[in-house]
């Protein structure tokens, strides 16, 4: 009960903070990307120094971290990947889902970062727009994100990797990051309660450009599944118990 409240506690002020941030540099995140990533930044320190101390998670980042633009296939277990894969990288972009375009504050500043929204009921569609907007998005640079899986998957859990950062990868012609993790043991992706200890976000060899997308694909989900089982290991957690 006592991990419940603190849990509770966390995510009130986790997105208390948040909300200040947010209002506060909206009047500058409207006319400058870099005031709407500084805004994103801070919120990133404060929530990993707020779950440190309050809920007992603690957090790394393992591995050389991209500076140029490249684009990054993550594994994705829950929003603390995301908090920690945006706080280190020094331009990110993310794909993702069109309907957080419409969420209060996250929709304005993911604008304004050159985030790519993309519609997964049309499926095909969508992935033509996604690879349209993604060219558009290469005059300003950056570290572009993708989770291949398309959601939160909970440790021990399996979805396929999708196609569509195998065509991002054919078409963009830049080295493609893979990253592991283990936060989802700590921060599950269903449910309030926040659980104490290291959660750490891997950033891996680049894979170059140059291999077919059956190749790549194959790759990609190797490193990341295989990188991501031995940091859950690491966490104390064996395969069967993972979920």
Same mark, same amino acid.
């Given at each position: 009960?006592?991990?419940?409240? /603190?849990? @509770?506690?966390?995510?009130? @002020?986790?997105? %208390? ?15 400058? /990307? &870099?005031?709407?990533?500084?805004? !994103?930044?801070?919120? !990133?320190?404060?929530? /990993?120094?707020?779950?440190?101390? @309050? ?6 980042? +393992?591995?050389?971290? $991209? ?12 929003? %603390? ?17 069109r309907e957080l375009m419409w969420t ?10 050159? !985030? ?24 300003? $640079? ?12 909970? =440790?021990g859990d399996y979805k396929p990797y ?5 065509? %991002?990868? &054919?078409? @963009?012609?830049? $080295?493609?990051? $893979?990253?592991?993790? &283990?936060?989802?043991?700590?921060? =599950? ?6 659980? =104490?200890?290291l959660a750490v976000v891997e950033f891996?060899? =680049? ?5 077919? /997308? +059956? ?10 599944? +295989? ?5 859950? +290991? ?10």
């Amino acid at each position: 009960m006592f991990r419940w409240i /603190r849990s @509770l506690l966390f995510v009130v @002020l986790m997105y %208390l903070g948040m909300a200040v941030l947010g209002f506060s540099f909206a009047p500058f995140a409207l006319f400058s /990307r &870099n005031a709407a990533v500084r805004a !994103c930044k801070l919120f !990133c320190i404060w929530a /990993r120094w707020l779950a440190g101390w @309050l809920v007992g998670i603690r957090t790394e980042v +393992r591995g050389p971290i $991209p500076t140029g633009e490249v684009l990054i296939a993550s594994k994705h277990q829950s929003f %603390l990947d995301i908090i920690l894969i945006f706080h280190v990288l020094p331009r990110p972009k993310f794909i993702m889902k069109r309907e957080l375009m419409w969420t209060p504050f996250i929709g304005l500043y993911a604008r304004r970062m050159g !985030c790519i929204p993309v519609d997964r009921a049309k499926r095909g569609g969508a992935l033509a727009k996604m690879v349209r907007d993604v060219m558009t998005e290469r005059r300003d $640079p950056g570290q572009l994100v993708i989770y291949p899986q398309g959601t939160r998957v909970a =440790p021990g859990d399996y979805k396929p990797y999708k196609g569509g950062i195998g065509i %991002l990868y &054919n078409e @963009l012609e830049t $080295p493609c990051v $893979p990253v592991a993790t &283990n936060v989802g043991l700590f921060w =599950p992706r269903k449910g309030l309660t926040k659980y =104490p200890g290291l959660a750490v976000v891997e950033f891996l060899e =680049p894979v170059e450009p140059g291999l077919s /997308r +059956r190749e790549f694909m194959t790759e990609i989900e190797a490193q990341v599944e +295989r990188q991501s089982t031995v940091l859950m +290991r690491e966490a104390g957690y064996e395969a069967d118990e993972l979920r």
